[in-house]
């Protein structure tokens, strides 16, 4: 049996362990959905009273520009943040806008897919992926005349034939945790004429990610989960360099000239064009401040410790829960960073987790999973994890009246 | 000539007097340009602190319900906000979404009109509204194979026939201040069986507006203008009650059951169906506390208080720059919360009353425009703002080399 003092040398031998210290996590808790959203890195709240006092307050509409005394310059900050998510995602800043919902992100990216291969009808989802995919794509399919066609999760590219504009698809599944290799099914689909979109939303930061090498044509990604930007911090957007693709979404802040005023629009060259409205400075600015809990971090460390954490979940469930189901793949090639199991009552017991401090979540009808973080959640943080979870099992505290009753958000 | 004295008077006869106190207003400063970006609120700062130490710090996760000590009920924040703006223009919270840009929003709302209109194929714009509105309706044109008609900003309504959808004004001009009649024209618009949308950007908070008495179908407006919000805060877009329009950018926080994870998209009832993608938390929070500076105030002592601060602008620049040509109305009912002014160097001029500490701005080509934020610009700042204009004019300081440099954001 493993035991804590092995979970305890293993987070002494981790590359990462110095990196929890950049997070700010609250006492008596174990945070499993960071997956979900992040935690707060430390700096966030300084840097936000800063923007508070100094460039809003003090600096007011002049913080557009850079200020004299330094701070301000908010015209460049979505720039300056994509130059932090870039090395994450195998990019370069210069392709990446940062702005907007991943929802509103995915409806741009779509349409400007759609436009790039008008003789094209079809645009591939998979079934599984996290619902706002298939929600825009069917909305996107609605206004432009297109077909919405549900692939086989097991086989996507038996679903893109010549009638395929986009195959749009989620790298790793937010519900079980299985990853889709990524360079593999970009140039399946490419050599059928198609487009590829990766949602990024559960590996940005998690795993390592290499749009470029692959060749992908766009990707969009979430800033609040594993890159802890926040409760609902804008995505970000990568359009692959001489694509050629124009959004359709044609607000000021993507024009060539935007303070020129001009009547008719002149789209901005490359990514510039893929900005619409005025740059959400205070939540850009936490999240550039919460990127640098990524400073002097590879994705290759990144990736060692969240297959390490996973494994241990893994090994920790087969030995003590055998009866669990669990739906998170074994082999590395095929596992994000979290670690998923069914259960017939798994909201009860994620709810009776989180009355013994261990956060996790739910997902219809029967998934309850575990985020782990690298940054900052340890092997001793999932040894214990698993311990309360045979507490509450063995307990049968998941059949208390209290943890059956839905919360608004679950 | 009008007197320092008699500004001073006017002060104290108004009855927003006590509004001033709820801002942070940097010393030194007089501050003309909440028509750009409102000054920062009292408690905003603390609000947001609160919100990234307790509610995202130690709820985490949890956060998105109500949390036991207080806070949280992230689900519930946006349609908290549109409570709060809701008496601002004459409607009802349960109509308006409060989220994404205002070119977005825009973006969302031209859609939707288009498609009540199936069998009418033009978008009238008018040509010298804030750019962004005309840039959209540009994309939207394209991407539905629509026209784009400009009218005469005199006469809108006489481009107004049987193959316009939708007309889409901006209330209050922001380089003029011109306002127009909006009932007026909402009812001659409806009257040729077209949809009427406005643009409140430049409105709200600072004139009042009665959406619901006039009749109107749609209206999109800024929260970080006259509500001061914070640089980049969301926009929120009322459509009228029974209209039966629905976006087309089908996120999962527009989904009738958003955490049912299913696959296939519903659309919520009514305005929940204009979310898209995540409540932004973070600005959401800071805009629910800056809207506190409107608690019991009405919107007509916010108009008196404003043409009471341009009556007196207008005639000081008539006593002491007559040469100047004022191109904001002189007649109340045609007149926003700004006054402007053409000078051929705008720009230089802007700068050089900058480094005075008057901040107004420049907009292209030859505009000056000074906004007049009542809950928190005084007589004596208008007094002191021309008494600063007539020095810069005298020692044509806006001839110096300095003031003749563009900044990034002019």
């Known amino acids: ?244 693709a124009r959004q359709p979404i044609t607000g000021w802040m993507g024009h060539a000239a935007p303070f020129a005023m001009a009547r008719d629009y002149q789209p901005a060259e490359g990514i510039g064009q893929w900005a619409s409205g005025t740059h959400q400075v205070l939540a850009l600015s936490a999240l550039d401040t919460a990127l640098e809990a990524f400073d002097g971090v590879t994705m290759d460390q990144v990736r060692a410790a969240s297959l390490s954490l996973s494994d241990l979940f893994i090994r920790l469930l087969d030995e003590r829960l055998p009866q669990l189901e669990i739906v998170t793949p074994r082999q590395h090639a095929s596992r994000g960073s979290q670690v998923s199991f069914r259960h017939p009552q798994a909201y009860a017991v994620v709810q009776a987790l989180i009355a013994r401090g261990v956060i996790g979540d739910f997902r219809d009808p029967d998934i309850a999973r575990f985020g782990l973080t690298p940054l900052y959640v340890s092997h001793t943080d999932v040894y214990d994890a698993v311990e309360h979870l045979v507490g509450v099992l063995d307990g049968e505290e998941h059949l208390r009246p209290e943890h059956q009753v839905r919360n608004a958000v679950t």
Request: glycine fraction near 12%; aromatic fraction near 6%.
């Open 1 to 244: 049996m493993t035991t804590r003092q092995h979970a305890q040398q293993l987070d002494e031998a981790s590359t990462l362990a110095h990196t929890r210290d950049r997070f700010v996590l609250p006492p008596g808790v174990i945070y499993l959905d960071g997956n979900s959203l992040g935690a707060v890195p430390v700096g966030v709240a300084a840097r936000l009273a800063q923007v508070v006092a100094d460039e809003w307050g003090t600096g007011l509409i002049r913080s557009w520009n850079a200020l004299p005394a330094g701070g301000g310059d908010w015209m460049g900050l979505s720039g300056r943040v994509a130059g932090r998510i870039a090395p994450l995602v195998g990019a370069r800043g210069e392709d990446i806008h940062v702005g907007d919902s991943t929802s509103v992100s995915l409806f741009k990216m779509m349409v400007a897919a759609a436009r790039l291969r008008p003789d094209r009808r079809v645009l591939v989802v998979e079934p599984s992926t996290f619902p706002t995919d298939g929600y825009i794509a069917s909305g996107v399919a609605d206004l432009l005349g297109l077909e919405l066609r549900w692939c086989d999760p097991e086989d996507p590219l038996a679903s893109v034939d010549d009638d395929v504009a986009l195959l749009n698809l989620t790298q790793v599944n937010f519900r079980t945790g299985a990853m889709y290799d990524l360079a593999a099914i970009t140039a399946g689909a490419q050599a059928r004429g198609a487009l590829v979109a990766w949602d990024l939303c559960h590996s940005t930061g998690a795993v390592p990610v290499d749009l470029t090498g692959a060749g992908a044509d766009f990707a969009v990604g979430c800033t609040y989960k594993y890159l802890n930007g926040g409760p609902g911090s804008p995505a970000f957007t990568w359009v692959a360099p001489g694509l050629g």
